[in-house]
């Protein structure tokens, strides 16, 4: 799948205040496009408002970052418009009803209305039908994604998936608008062993195509992994050599209030 370019994060002291204490603080990440970053914590460490706050969703309270040369706060709307969200409950879940083609149609449709140049909107309905296509081929291919080795094959509903398969469906739609920058929430969450592994394989490969890729997980397979941030600031001992282990402090009491206010950021 063709990348425009994966986004370079840099972060240093960063961090997020909600309306009863931290969400995160004291942050520090350096990773080059193309990585795989996890963010690795347990639940209510700030993990999903660090991830939102680095992809333009949430804003910061303190600290520096940069994503794609765009600095945050100032450059929220910039980072947004070269990230995408993959699974983030309650932010972009999938809509359980809708069938594996319906979702795609849709944000496929999304992007031609939306994130394309005014000229492909005058291209004829037909070379926009074949170009919407083409981006959903490339992007069930990028996510691991074979809709004939469904239930149902694309008729199938999203509340029929296996959780691995709604994890390629979602990393795939997040894939339309070929980001620099890919957010995937609870990564290895209700996943078995040999699930997980697949998971942490095919955000490599998606990193490996030149997107970057940022990962919130309990638990990071550090073989695959460019960068761990530890959203609870304990060291990852599991870590390989030469891997970037980044350590932050949260106080997860603020995290759910951060949560909340995702939406007015």
Do not use: Y
């Amino acid at each position: 799948m063709n990348s425009p370019g994966g986004a370079a994060i840099s972060a240093e002291g960063f961090g997020l205040k909600g309306p009863r204490g931290w969400a995160f603080r004291s942050v520090d990440v350096e990773a080059a496009p193309g990585s795989l970053i996890a963010l690795a914590g347990p639940s209510g460490s700030g993990r999903t408002c660090l991830l939102l706050a680095l992809t333009g969703r949430m804003r910061p309270t303190e600290g520096r970052a940069e994503v794609g040369g765009h600095s945050l706060p100032r450059g929220m709307a910039a980072v947004r418009r070269i990230s995408a969200l993959g699974p983030v409950p309650g932010v972009s879940d999938l809509d359980p009803a809708l069938t594996v083609d319906e979702h795609l149609r849709e944000r496929a449709l999304l992007r031609r209305r939306f994130d394309d140049s005014f000229r492909s909107l005058l291209r004829p309905r037909a070379e926009g039908a074949r170009a919407a296509r083409r981006r959903i081929d490339e992007s069930l291919a990028a996510a691991g994604l074979d809709r004939s080795g469904l239930v149902k094959e694309g008729r199938t509903a999203v509340r029929d998936l296996e959780r691995l398969e709604a994890l390629r469906l979602s990393i795939a739609l997040a894939l339309i608008g070929r980001p620099g920058l890919l957010a995937v929430d609870d990564t290895d969450l209700k996943l078995p062993d040999a699930d997980r592994i697949a998971a942490w394989r095919l955000l490599r490969s998606v990193a490996d195509s030149g997107t970057t890729v940022l990962a919130v997980c309990s638990q990071a397979r550090t073989e695959e992994c460019t960068t761990v941030v530890r959203t609870d600031g304990a060291p990852d001992r599991e870590a390989s050599p030469g891997t970037g282990i980044k350590n932050g402090r949260t106080e997860g009491e603020g995290t759910a209030d951060a949560l909340a206010e995702a939406g007015r950021a």
